[in-house]
């Protein structure tokens, strides 16, 4: 297994100590939120991108892409019906595929529930039907950059669009790209009612990614899932992508989490 950390977990800590916090607990990919770089992407120089990228990968780490793409913006959204928001977030995605680019990374996960739920004036297809043309409009950013989006489905209580991997999986192929697949979040899947490794067995053809995670907001085995079938199934499926771990709940500090995440992690394994 490949295993990265979310770099939101360490909140306001330097940079260098962050890495450094990481590389000690075993961790060797790192996830951006690009909100911990940058309140304007458009402004965030080459120079500064080159300077984080080398900082990153000096210290051991491979970039692995961003997520969280959509939190802490402003006029963006993934399923309105009003088509010029749409147009702005398509055109967006694709300055976040050339940062994602220029620091290294190959993948953005698409989460950010509050910038894709619908009203109930609106009705779930319409909403897919948004979605769908949103991304497909990015697309020719995405293969100029080389970069793939990981459609994420999310649970009931992140909101009412994309709850399912079966529904990610509905969007995904109704864009029809290659650079928009799947991926699958364990805290999300718990909401699923199905069981974890057959989510992830049945979906294994479309997972570009993968986070570990646990529905009490803390990393993975920190709660009541049991992670030892999860880690069965990525095996049985030859899963190859990073495993990384994305926590909501940061009481407990980042060094503790991390620790304790792998710990778990190589246990379970």
Same mark, same amino acid.
């Given at each position: 297994?490949?295993?990265?950390?979310?770099?939101?977990?360490?909140? *306001?800590?330097?940079?260098?100590?962050?890495?450094?916090?990481?590389? *000690?607990? &075993?961790?060797?990919?790192?996830?951006?939120?690009?909100?911990?770089?940058?309140?304007?992407?458009?402004?965030? !120089?080459?120079?500064?991108?080159?300077?984080?990228?080398?900082?990153?990968?000096?210290?051991?780490? !491979?970039?692995?892409?961003?997520?969280?793409?959509?939190?802490?913006?402003?006029?963006?959204?993934?399923?309105?019906?009003?088509?010029?928001?749409?147009?702005?977030?398509?055109?967006?995605?694709?300055?976040?595929?050339?940062?994602?680019?220029?620091?290294?990374? *190959?993948?953005?996960?698409? &989460?950010?529930?509050?910038?894709?739920?619908?009203?109930?004036?609106?009705?779930?297809?319409?909403?897919?039907? !948004?979605?769908?043309?949103?991304?497909?409009?990015?697309?020719?950013?995405?293969?100029?950059?080389?970069?793939?989006?990981?459609?994420?489905?999310?649970?009931? &209580?992140?909101?009412?669009?994309?709850?399912?991997?079966?529904?990610?999986?509905?969007?995904?192929?109704?864009?029809? !790209?290659?650079?928009?697949?799947?991926?699958?979040?364990?805290?999300?899947?718990?909401?699923?009612?199905?069981?974890?490794?057959?989510?992830?067995?049945?979906?294994?053809?479309?997972?570009?990614?993968?986070?570990?995670?646990?529905?009490?907001?803390?990393?993975?085995?920190?709660?009541?899932?049991?992670?030892?079938?999860?880690?069965?199934?990525?095996?049985?499926?030859?899963?190859?992508?990073?495993?990384?771990?994305?926590?909501?709940?940061?009481?407990?500090?980042?060094?503790?989490?991390?620790?304790?995440?792998?710990?778990?992690?190589?246990?379970?394994?």
């Amino acid at each position: 297994m490949k295993y990265g950390i979310c770099n939101e977990t360490f909140g *306001d800590l330097p940079l260098e100590q962050s890495l450094q916090m990481a590389r *000690d607990a &075993g961790y060797t990919g790192w996830e951006v939120a690009p909100f911990m770089l940058t309140d304007d992407v458009v402004s965030f !120089s080459n120079q500064q991108r080159l300077d984080y990228r080398r900082q990153v990968e000096d210290a051991g780490f !491979s970039i692995i892409g961003l997520h969280w793409l959509l939190a802490k913006t402003e006029g963006f959204h993934l399923t309105t019906l009003d088509t010029q928001v749409l147009d702005r977030t398509s055109e967006y995605l694709g300055q976040l595929a050339k940062l994602c680019r220029d620091l290294g990374g *190959d993948l953005m996960v698409l &989460g950010s529930p509050h910038q894709r739920n619908f009203p109930d004036t609106q009705s779930e297809q319409q909403a897919m039907e !948004s979605a769908a043309r949103c991304l497909a409009a990015a697309v020719p950013a995405l293969e100029e950059h080389q970069v793939r989006i990981a459609i994420e489905p999310l649970g009931r &209580g992140e909101g009412n669009f994309l709850n399912t991997a079966q529904a990610g999986r509905q969007l995904m192929e109704m864009v029809d !790209s290659q650079w928009v697949q799947l991926h699958l979040d364990v805290k999300a899947m718990s909401d699923e009612g199905l069981p974890i490794d057959q989510i992830i067995i049945d979906n294994a053809e479309a997972m570009i990614h993968f986070h570990a995670n646990d529905p009490n907001l803390l990393g993975p085995g920190m709660g009541e899932v049991d992670f030892e079938p999860i880690f069965k199934a990525l095996k049985q499926v030859d899963y190859d992508g990073w495993v990384s771990v994305e926590v909501f709940d940061y009481a407990l500090g980042a060094e503790q989490i991390l620790r304790q995440s792998m710990d778990n992690m190589i246990a379970a394994t």
